[in-house]
C-alpha cells in the first residue's frame, strides 16, 4: 500500500487548503471519526513509487506522488522512470491506463459497461502503467467498483468492475451529514 492525497491530508502531513470544499468538509468528517492509531497507520503510509517483486505502485505519477496522469500525454514522461514493464497508479479515479511499445504511446481502455472484466497480456518490450480505477469514488462514469488483478505466472492484468450497494452506500453518506453531493455522484460515477 501507498497514501494517496487524502491519506496524508486526513494524517495531518499536508493542508486542507488546497482541497476544495465539498474535500475539505469529507476530510473534516474523517479526522473527526478516525482514533490515534488510524491516523498513525495512515501517516505511516509509504510515498510511492514503491518497487516491489513484479511491479512498481504510485498514486499520481514516479515523479510527483500528486500529480494527475489522465491523457497518453501525461503518461509519456512516466514511462523513462520504469524499473519493471509494468506499474499501477490511481489519483484519477479512471480505470484503464497506458502502454508504451517502441516510442509509441497507447490507452488501455476500461471495463466497458456491458462487460464485468478484461484482460491483457503482458507483452514483450513494452512498458504498462494501469489505473485499477475505484472501489468507491469512480471518476468515470461507471458507477460500479473498480480493481485490477495481476497473475504474474500467466502475465496478465484483468480490470474488473463489481456492482455494489450504491444506494445504501449514499444514504450512509448523507445520514453521516457529509455534503450530499459525495452521494448523489456515486450513481453516475463521475
Known amino acids: 500500500m501507498i497514501r494517496g492525497n487524502h491519506d496524508k491530508v486526513v494524517a495531518g502531513l499536508e493542508q486542507l487548503d488546497w482541497f476544495n470544499e465539498i474535500a475539505q468538509r469529507a476530510a473534516r468528517w474523517t479526522i473527526e471519526h478516525l482514533d490515534r492509531d488510524q491516523i498513525s497507520y495512515l501517516a505511516g503510509l509509504p510515498a510511492g513509487p514503491l518497487r516491489l517483486e513484479h511491479f512498481d505502485i504510485w498514486h499520481g505519477s514516479p515523479r510527483d506522488e500528486d500529480e494527475y496522469v489522465a491523457t497518453p500525454h501525461d503518461a509519456t514522461a512516466c514511462f523513462a522512470h520504469f524499473e519493471h514493464a509494468l506499474a499501477f497508479f490511481g489519483h484519477t479515479h479512471l480505470q484503464g491506463g497506458f502502454f508504451s511499445k517502441r516510442g509509441r504511446i497507447g490507452s488501455i481502455r476500461a471495463v466497458r459497461k456491458s462487460e464485468n472484466e478484461a484482460t491483457f497480456e503482458i507483452e514483450v518490450d ?37 456492482q455494489y450497494a450504491v444506494q445504501q452506500t449514499a444514504q450512509d453518506i448523507v445520514k453521516a451529514g457529509l455534503p450530499d453531493v459525495l452521494g448523489l455522484r456515486l450513481f453516475r460515477g463521475l
Not at 512498458?127 to 496478465?156: C, H, I, W
Request: hydrophobic fraction near 30%.
Open 126 to 162: 513494452t512498458l504498462y502503467m494501469v489505473n485499477p480505477g475505484s472501489v468507491g469514488q469512480p471518476r468515470d462514469g461507471d458507477p460500479r467498483a473498480a480493481y485490477a488483478l495481476f497473475d504474474s505466472e500467466q502475465k496478465t492484468v484483468t480490470l474488473r468492475r463489481v
